[in-house]
Structure formats: C-alpha cells, structure tokens
Nanobody, 123 residues
Framework: QVQLVESGGGLVQAGGSLRLSCAAS????????VGWFRQGPGKEREFVAA????????NYADSVKGRFTISRDNAKNTVYLQMNSLKPEDTAVYYC????????????????WGQGTQVTVSS
C-alpha cells in the first residue's frame, strides 16, 4: 500500500516556475514507477511525465518536453516535477500516481493516486 500526497501548486504568472512534490508513504516506494498527470477544466486527465523506479529513465508529454523535469529521491520517498516557462494552458490540477509494474501514459494503469494540487498560470 502506498499513499501519495502532492504539494507545491499555486498561482504563477506565465513564464514563471513551480516545483511540485509527491511524497509517498511506505518503505517500498523505490519499487514503484511514478507518473504525473494533469486535468484541466472540462478536460480529460492527461499524461505529463513519468520516471522509472530508480530514476534512470524519464518520459514526457510533447507539450511539456524541454520545460518540465521529473526527478525522484528514493531516500526521501519523494518525486518532483520542476515546471519552468509555464503557460496558461498548463493550468490544471496535477496528480501523481504510482505503478508497481512500470510507467505508462494511461491513467488506468496506475495503482495509487494522490489527491492533486492546483496549478494556475495567469497570462
């Protein structure tokens, strides 16, 4: 069992930066791949980024590639999403999710989810 808690969201102007954190409970966190997803108003939940168990491989949606960076610190049971050059279209609730098998771009493949953190980018 893994519990996930996101933090770090907020209101930022276009071009600004935020760093989201996903803190996990449980001593087996390093056995889970982790993904970040987002859901904007009236939109479906979409894949943002993912990182493998050891952090050796990362993957990004085309819309955030070059602007967002996912990383993890297994000693702290935490995954981060550094978001730079934010745009109004990045406005959404951001969720982290853990998958015991491997990362995926499909939300239904993930076993555990956090409650989400709101990111609002003003123009």
């Amino acid at each position: 069992q893994v519990q996930l808690v996101e933090s770090g969201g907020g209101l930022v102007q276009a071009g600004g930066s935020l760093r989201l954190s996903c803190a996990a409970s449980g001593r087996t966190f390093s056995t889970y791949s982790v993904g970040w997803f987002r859901q904007g108003p009236g939109k479906e939940r979409e894949f943002v980024a993912a990182i493998t168990r050891t952090g050796g491989s990362t993957n990004y949606a085309d819309s955030v590639k070059g602007r967002f960076t996912i990383s993890r610190d297994n000693a702290k049971n935490t995954v981060y999403l550094q978001m730079n050059s934010l745009k109004p279209e990045d406005t959404a609730v951001y969720y982290c999710a853990a998958d015991y098998m491997s990362w995926s771009t499909i939300p239904a493949r993930y076993d555990y989810w956090g409650q989400g953190t709101q990111v609002t980018v003003s123009s």
